[in-house]
């Protein structure tokens, strides 16, 4: 696993991009930044075991390198079944097809995977029995969040599943401090400097844009999701299921 130094190099001064760059330390990057990211690929295995029906679609949209598909696919013990894998980035597309074919000759890949270059507001969610955006929708504009789980929403079959891992802001704006320190001493822990953490802050700045909790709730409950529970919570991070009636 290469390490991630990107943010000892660039100043922070350009906005945050998923570019080869990153693609070649993005495993490091998630592992030390995202409190609960195993985690998170943990459930998603479990919940597709549960959740996933016969001759249905699962969605990984922002799929970055793979490893919620992989999760997923792993997870499934439905038949028939296909993934379809989405991201925008080429750098990003790229090192997942590596990914997914050397999986391909393991003796547990039985569900196909199909990978796309795409946004993922232009993928049409067509039978779909799970649906996951773990730590996507934070980078789309606000603007374009309501559409997209509504038509996710439309396009999950009954008793489809939404998995949506986000960083969140909190309500109570001394818990939101708190909550914000705490996180950047869990990167201080895994070897981030303060110059890095700073400058990465930077980058991101109005690119990745954190709502709260209860408006992300909101959101589902308006485009046809019945049951919403957030499942895990590590700090700023949140996972959150919602389940369309079935």
């Not at 993922?120 to 789309?140: E, G, K």
């Amino acid at each position: 696993m290469n390490k991630d130094e990107i943010f000892k190099k660039q100043r922070g001064d350009e906005p945050f991009k998923f570019d080869a760059s990153v693609a070649g330390v993005f495993p490091d990057m998630l592992r030390r930044s995202i409190p609960g990211y195993a985690a998170s690929l943990e459930a998603i295995g479990s919940l597709a075991a549960r959740y996933v029906q016969d001759d249905t679609h699962c969605y990984d949209l922002g799929c970055s390198l793979g490893a919620a598909t992989l999760a997923m696919r792993q997870g499934i013990r439905a038949t028939g079944c296909k993934i379809i894998a989405v991201d925008n980035a080429a750098a990003m597309t790229s090192r997942c097809r590596q990914v997914i074919a050397a999986d391909d000759t393991t003796a547990s890949a039985t569900t196909p995977v199909e990978i796309v270059q795409s946004n993922i507001q232009d993928v049409d969610i067509t039978n779909a029995s799970m649906v996951v955006l773990n730590y996507t929708l934070q980078f789309l504009a606000v603007a374009d969040r309501d559409d997209l789980l509504r038509r996710i929403c439309d396009g999950l079959v009954a008793g489809g599943l939404l998995v949506l891992s986000e960083k969140v802001i909190d309500e109570d704006e001394h818990m939101e401090k708190l909550l914000f320190d705490l996180h950047h001493e869990h990167k201080r822990r895994n070897n981030y400097s303060a110059l890095e953490i700073s400058r990465k802050r930077t980058a991101l700045e109005n690119v990745l844009v954190p709502e709260t909790v209860a408006r992300h709730r909101e959101r589902m409950q308006e485009a046809g999701f019945e049951h919403i529970a957030v499942w895990l919570r590590y700090f700023n991070f949140v996972s959150i299921i919602a389940i369309k009636h079935g």
